[in-house]
């Protein structure tokens, strides 16, 4: 099966990847069902990479129904190490303005009806993620936004919520008082699950608007998010055609290594279904 190092998860609005080359989708069934569409291969400046619309062309699938689990599996399979993720969200602080990028560097988790763990079946698993997200990996998307012209701040705790619906003005008040700068439905549990399958994982966040907090400003709506959503996608593409060259050949973080001393599971111990399904994650540990 053909393999990539690069890995982009594109969000609302990025259903596909422009420029490429040798392109070739594949389809693959994974222990946890299909991904949300076909995974689209080929090359991009130099360097073979692997696109997976998130919701599905057309925008099929809502962030709670989204098979996150098979998604990062299915990248797995296919050699990713580093998984750029692009998503809308909506802005808790006046200084992030719509149509700004953020590279978030925490995440606080609202989430309720969702697979977070590749390990519940008679295993157990616990990764660190005190920083969820990979420094090396968002670094370089910060670098290379700037470089494309875009207004992009480093760093900034984004809120993970359950969606479909948008926020309260009650919830608003309460993500700001913690402190937090933008909220979004798609980051959890896709970056823990990244974590377990040790990726390097970065998300490039597009603001679309001030949710619902700001007096004086229209309250959210889908109109609104996905014109300022399509303002962005170019923006977007422009920082992917930079970072992909810039990618390091080698990965000097420590998530290549996340669950060397994360399983707790005595080895003897693992059903052998287990071990077969879960051999992409597991394998090295298990010799």
């Not at 392109?23 to 991009?44: A, C, H, Q, R, Y």
């Not at 420094?135 to 480093?154: E, N, V």
Request: include cysteine.
């Amino acid at each position: 099966m053909t393999e990539a190092r690069i890995g982009i998860i594109g969000g609302s609005g990025l259903y596909q990847m422009e420029g490429l080359t040798q392109v070739k989708e594949v389809n693959i069934d994974t222990p946890f069902g299909k991904p949300s569409d076909s995974i689209i291969m080929g090359s991009l400046n130099g360097q073979q990479i692997a696109f997976l619309p998130r919701h599905g062309r057309g925008h099929r699938i809502n962030p709670t129904q989204l098979p996150v689990r098979a998604n990062i599996f299915a990248l797995k399979t296919l050699g990713v190490e580093w998984l750029i993720s692009i998503s809308a969200v909506g802005s808790l602080k006046e200084e992030m303005a719509p149509l700004d990028l953020v590279v978030p560097d925490q995440l606080i988790d609202r989430t309720r009806q969702r697979f977070n763990t590749f390990f519940d079946d008679g295993m157990a698993a616990h990764i660190g993620f005190a920083d969820p997200f990979c420094p090396i990996l968002g670094g370089l998307l910060h670098q290379c936004s700037q470089s494309s012209g875009a207004q992009c701040h480093l760093g900034g705790t984004l809120v993970v919520m359950e969606g479909p619906a948008f926020s309260t003005k009650a919830e608003c008040a309460v993500y700001r008082s913690w402190g937090a700068d933008i909220i979004g439905m798609t980051a959890l549990p896709e970056a823990k699950l990244a974590r377990e399958a040790e990726m390097c994982y970065a998300t490039l966040a597009c603001v679309t608007d001030y949710d619902c907090w700001r007096e004086g400003t229209e309250v959210v709506t889908v109109e609104m998010v996905i014109a300022n959503l399509i303002k962005n996608v170019s923006t977007s593409r422009q920082v992917l055609a930079n970072i992909i060259p810039n990618i390091p050949e080698t990965r000097p973080c420590g998530c290549a290594s996340a669950l060397k001393d994360s399983i707790i599971t005595a080895p003897d111990t693992i059903p052998r279904e287990t071990k077969v399904r879960l051999l992409p994650l597991i394998g090295k540990y298990l010799q």
